[in-house]
């Protein structure tokens, strides 16, 4: 990942301050893949725009609130982006379902759920590439969150995060880039 | 969706509209929160499909999903999509009118501190930024150059605090994003309110402490930011413009010597206008506008009432609360916005200095009062078709944005009837 606008750390912070440049680089560096993972699970591509703006807005107004589990903002950014294009998902299973009897909505919900069980993986096909570059424990929270359907907050608890934790995972990331940028400059 | 997702300019064309539409969105939050109707969302989503129909591409830029708040003077600017790179969802600059030698209005607070942008800083130091010319600008003339918005800055003048600023002449408004072609630097100083710090600015951790310059990995604009407290004041220093126009080691002289500046300046003097304390409840706001005439001008039976919030904190929000210039805004199922009113107390002076920039043109409104004044700013076409109404009311500014001209009219009209109540 490209830092030198800065971790997505430090860009959470800046925009917990109001920084819309922050957020312009956020934009920048992860839109593309939930770009393309909305487009997996969308219905249409107006639904991908609007899951995908709704996405970043809801990282804007919750900036203060987030917990990064290692170093990338992306796992967090994919889970609210499926939790977005679910709620479409449901408005619009909602509309058809005034058309529809009873019997026949609850067989659509469990067809539904059976999809998306056995589908998340595959929801998953285009941004494969971004997530095998994440830090190991970015990429397990992937899994949990987007394969197995744990809550974000739940599987940071698994994987035993703490607020200390992040900020020494910040703070090793700093470290690294520093080294990265010296060995450009020798 | 079974189809594979875009790539290449089809992708390029989709991140930049969504940027932009993000950008606009968060940008008015919580100053005006004037998000995306369900118009635009309507029209992008038509355009939407006729891009997958196969029409020509760049059809989703000529005719676009329109971000409220845009602004542009030069229609042909319209049909010219903004290289991806760029952040901004600012359709053109408008190159602002030449500074006023004292961006002096009548009316305006006079600084607490007792500083002038002309004794601030030693021009020499301004100069060494940059390694192109730079002049003192009117910051809220260059604001008003964009966007159909109250500038944001305005409330720290509200408050007695101090803004200056030296660019290239571009109007840019940091709410919509900004300008590749703006060079320029703002120093901002907000008095710490005499109840202290607000309690949003606790819990976001300001005022805070940081001076730094950040280098775009690819293209974008070198940012040169500084926060910090001094004394009772929330020193607040941005500059910004393409790399080649920042000279970054002078960056930190010029810091400190607004700090030593500010801090010999020494604390604030009294308020002179009573302090606002936390955020008034929505409820306020039919005062403003009753919520019934919201719902009938608009067409908007599920319209609810809200004041902005969220998406952290800062110095201009930190004033423009203390300022009691926190305005309202009425929103469809928490997400689209029929309307918004904003104000500045005490501000028809800024209201003046927002004409310079010659953005507006007149309106003849029903219930405007001989000494009052009202003007119009819209988004041009193909960049939506919002429009905001600024009134000059006895002392104060108000900015009433519609989701069109005639609902912006009606809607400045039922927000004179209130204030003649």
């Known amino acids: ?186 | 969706m079974r189809s594979e997702p875009p790539t290449g300019d089809e992708l390029t064309r989709m991140l930049v509209s969504m940027k932009r539409n993000v950008l606009e969105q968060v940008g008015n939050e919580p100053a005006t929160a004037k998000r995306l109707s369900r118009t635009d969302r309507i029209v992008g989503g038509v355009l939407a499909g006729a891009l997958l129909a196969g029409v020509a591409a760049g059809a989703a830029f000529v005719f676009g999903l329109a971000p409220l708040g845009q602004y542009s003077m030069d229609p042909a600017a319209t049909t010219s999509p903004k290289p991806v790179t760029s952040p901004s969802p600012t359709p053109t600059p408008t190159p602002t009118p030449p500074p006023t030698e004292e961006p002096a209005a009548p009316g305006m607070p006079e600084s607490r501190y007792g500083l002038t942008c002309e004794s601030l800083v030693d021009p020499a130091l301004v100069s060494d930024l940059f390694t192109t010319d730079v002049a003192p600008a009117d910051p809220i003339v260059t604001a008003s150059g964009v966007g159909i918005a109250v500038p944001r800055i305005t409330s720290i003048f509200s408050v007695g605090g101090t803004v200056c600023e030296w660019s290239n002449g571009v109007a840019e408004n940091d709410q919509y994003g900004w300008e590749p072609e703006y060079v320029g630097v703002t120093v901002s100083i907000v008095p710490q309110p005499v109840a202290g710090w607000s309690e949003r600015a606790t819990q976001y951790g300001m005022p805070d402490d940081r001076s730094r310059c950040d280098v775009p990995a690819g293209d974008g604009p070198v940012l040169c930011a500084g926060s910090q407290v001094v004394g009772d004041a929330w020193l607040t220093v941005v500059a910004h413009g393409e790399p080649s126009v920042i000279d970054q080691p002078s960056w930190q002289p010029f810091y400190d010597a607004i700090l030593e500046a500010v801090n010999a300046a020494g604390p604030a003097a009294a308020p002179t206008a009573p302090e606002q304390v936390g955020t008034p409840p929505a409820e306020d706001c039919e005062a403003v506008l009753p919520l019934d005439t919201v719902r009938s001008i608009t067409g908007a039976p599920d319209a609810e009432p809200q004041r902005a919030g969220g998406g952290g904190w800062s110095a201009w929000a930190e004033a423009r609360q203390t300022a009691g210039d926190v305005g309202c805004l009425w929103s469809i199922l928490d997400a689209d916005t029929a309307a918004s009113v904003d104000w500045v107390n005490d501000g028809r002076w800024a209201f003046e200095r927002m004409l310079q920039a010659g953005t507006t043109s007149p309106v003849e409104l029903a219930g405007l009062s001989a000494d009052d004044a009202a003007v119009l700013r819209c988004n041009v076409d193909p960049y939506g078709d919002s429009c905001a109404i600024d009134l000059g009311v006895g002392n104060d500014w108000y900015n009433v944005a519609g989701t069109d001209r005639d609902s912006a009219i009606a809607l400045a009209e039922a927000v004179l009837a209130q204030l003649q109540r």
């Open chain 1, 1 to 186: 990942m490209d830092e030198s606008d800065g971790t997505d750390a430090e860009l959470l912070k800046r925009l917990a301050a109001g920084d819309q440049r922050a957020l312009a680089v956020v934009f920048d560096r992860h839109a593309p893949a939930v770009t393309r993972y909305a487009w997996a699970i969308a219905a249409s591509r107006m639904d991908v725009e609007e899951i995908v703006q709704d996405t970043f807005v809801t990282m804007w107004r919750k900036s203060s609130e987030i917990t990064i589990a290692e170093a990338s903002l992306l796992p967090w950014l994919l889970v609210v982006c499926r939790n977005l294009g679910r709620n479409t998902a449901r408005k619009a299973a909602r509309h058809q379902a005034d058309e529809l009897d009873e019997t026949s909505t609850n067989r659509g919900q469990a067809l539904r759920d059976h999809h998306e069980a056995e589908s998340a993986r595959d929801d998953l096909r285009w941004v494969l590439a971004e997530i095998e570059r994440l830090e190991p424990i970015d990429r397990r929270i992937c899994e949990l969150c987007l394969i197995d359907g744990v809550p974000y907050a739940e599987a940071a608890k698994q994987l035993g995060l703490s607020v200390g934790a992040v900020k020494q995972r910040v703070s090793r990331s700093r470290t690294r880039l520093k080294k990265a940028v010296t060995l450009d400059e020798i």
